[in-house]
Nanobody, 117 residues
């Protein structure tokens, strides 16, 4: 049974930092390209960061490049997202999943990130 449990969100002032975690189980975590997604109110879910199975390669949406860093610990089947220099437009619910996931797949409950100006 697949489980993705995101945590680490919260309320932070603009310019602040947060570190998100995603504990995965029931999936072949260590061989999957994983990603962090976010969905702001009234907007579609967007992919903001991806990482290859070994962690050697990462990619970021232009909107977060230089501020966010994705990493993983395959031994702990956990994905991380370090978010620095946060902006109000980063406010969203953040999710982790495989980069191949679509709306028909399982999604965790997400973790809310709110950045105040």
């Amino acid at each position: 049974q697949v489980q993705l449990v995101e945590s680490g969100g919260g309320l932070v002032q603009a310019g602040g930092s947060l570190r998100l975690s995603c504990a995965a189980s029931g999936i072949a975590f260590s061989i999957k390209n994983m990603g962090w997604y976010r969905q702001a109110p009234g907007k579609r879910r967007e992919l903001v960061a991806t990482i290859t199975p070994t962690g050697r390669a990462t990619n970021y949406a232009d909107s977060v490049k230089g501020r966010f860093a994705v990493s993983r610990d395959n031994a702990k089947t956990t994905l991380y997202l370090q978010m620095n220099s946060l902006k109000p437009e980063d406010t969203a619910v953040y999710y982790c999943n495989s980069v191949l996931a679509d709306s028909n797949d399982y999604w965790g409950q997400g973790t809310q990130v709110t950045v105040s100006s």
